[in-house]
């Protein structure tokens, strides 16, 4: 493909077995050739909060693969990865890939239920958790108009990172968490200078079964409907925190307060640090 060509744009969501739920994401199976101003523009021509761009690799199954929201490449997306996987697998079959991304390698398996759905299962590259200073969690704080009384204590402020940085807030309540009214620009720049991709804001349910939503300024969007790289990073922290211990599979509800419900499954295994991140994928017609 030459970058003057139109490259075929596939739309499917994430993170759901409904093209209107879960997070719909941009696919471009045969990205060779395009230039990064091209795959920005693509990007931010459909509005989507990812579109991934694949390149594929020298043997079966193996893909180099870009993300772009429609303001920035970011280093790692996973609803954008399920979603190209099983789009792939839509074409081939169910099986293994392995992406290539800024972030490192990410292998997915996609399988194929009884009723028919696709679901894909990602891999996390290697897993960090640090502290954050009590003046950055305040500064934050202010700018979505949340106050510590707000906070969790069970679950205090962390970044988490799984292939991309986020910054984890837990809410005391659910009602808290529904009402989500923030400093769009400011945010952005308290990212940006960060370099965070989302804020992981959750709720706790149960023990293993959590509410969360995803600010992404920094990538123009003022929300992420469902968010496979944050998911993951969020995994990593509970378990870094002691709040869940492998092995153990949780269920993680997003999407419900924009009317985009979407379920990620995150699992934590014993021998292995890294994250696994499930979820099913549709075409938008």
Same mark, same amino acid.
């Given at each position: 493909?030459?970058?003057?060509?139109?490259?075929?744009?596939?739309?499917?969501?994430?993170?759901?077995?409904?093209?209107?739920?879960?997070?719909?994401?941009?696919?471009?199976?045969?990205?060779?050739?395009?230039?990064?101003?091209?795959?920005?523009?693509?990007?931010?021509?459909?509005?989507?909060?990812?579109?991934?761009?694949?390149?594929?690799?020298?043997?079966?199954?193996?893909?180099?693969?870009?993300?772009?929201?429609?303001?920035?490449?970011?280093?790692?997306?996973?609803?954008?990865?399920?979603?190209?996987?099983?789009?792939?697998?839509?074409?081939?079959?169910?099986?293994?890939?392995?992406?290539?991304?800024?972030?490192?390698?990410?292998?997915?398996?996609?399988?194929?239920?009884?009723?028919?759905?696709?679901?894909?299962?990602?891999?996390?590259?290697?897993?960090?958790?640090?502290?954050?200073?009590?003046?950055?969690?305040?500064?934050?704080?202010?700018?979505?108009?949340?106050?510590?009384?707000? +906070? =969790?204590?069970?679950?205090?402020?962390?970044? @988490? /990172?799984?292939? !991309? &940085?986020? $910054? #984890?807030?837990?809410?005391?309540?659910?009602?808290?968490?529904?009402? +989500? =009214?923030?400093?769009?620009?400011?945010?952005? @720049? /308290?990212?940006? !200078? &960060?370099? $965070? #991709?989302?804020?992981?804001?959750?709720?706790?349910?149960?023990?293993?079964?959590?509410?969360?939503?995803?600010?992404?300024?920094?990538?123009?969007?003022?929300?992420?409907?469902?968010?496979?790289?944050?998911?993951?990073?969020?995994?990593?922290?509970?378990?870094?925190?002691?709040?869940?211990?492998?092995?153990?599979?949780?269920?993680?509800?997003?999407?419900?307060?924009?009317?985009?419900?979407?379920?990620?499954?995150?699992?934590?295994?014993?021998?292995?640090?890294?994250?696994?991140?499930?979820?099913?994928?549709?075409?938008?017609?």
């Amino acid at each position: 493909m030459t970058d003057d060509a139109s490259p075929r744009i596939l739309r499917y969501a994430a993170f759901t077995t409904r093209p209107e739920g879960g997070n719909p994401a941009g696919v471009v199976l045969d990205a060779a050739g395009l230039t990064d101003e091209r795959m920005l523009a693509i990007a931010a021509e459909l509005g989507y909060s990812e579109t991934a761009f694949l390149t594929a690799g020298a043997t079966e199954g193996a893909y180099g693969v870009r993300y772009f929201s429609p303001l920035t490449e970011v280093p790692f997306c996973g609803h954008a990865t399920v979603a190209s996987a099983v789009a792939l697998a839509a074409r081939t079959g169910p099986g293994q890939y392995v992406f290539t991304t800024a972030a490192g390698e990410v292998p997915v398996q996609v399988d194929q239920d009884a009723e028919g759905v696709l679901r894909a299962t990602l891999t996390s590259v290697e897993p960090q958790v640090e502290d954050v200073t009590g003046a950055d969690v305040d500064e934050v704080l202010a700018l979505l108009g949340w106050a510590r009384t707000d +906070l =969790d204590p069970a679950l205090p402020p962390r970044i @988490a /990172y799984a292939g !991309a &940085r986020h $910054l #984890v807030l837990a809410a005391a309540t659910r009602d808290r968490l529904a009402r +989500l =009214d923030y400093d769009f620009d400011g945010l952005a @720049a /308290y990212t940006r !200078a &960060r370099d $965070l #991709v989302t804020l992981q804001l959750v709720w706790r349910e149960a023990r293993d079964v959590f509410h969360v939503r995803n600010p992404f300024p920094v990538g123009g969007v003022v929300e992420d409907p469902a968010t496979g790289a944050a998911a993951a990073a969020f995994g990593a922290y509970l378990r870094e925190q002691g709040a869940a211990a492998a092995p153990t599979v949780l269920t993680l509800h997003q999407g419900e307060d924009l009317g985009r419900p979407g379920v990620l499954h995150v699992e934590l295994r014993t021998a292995d640090s890294r994250i696994r991140v499930s979820g099913a994928a549709v075409a938008i017609p």
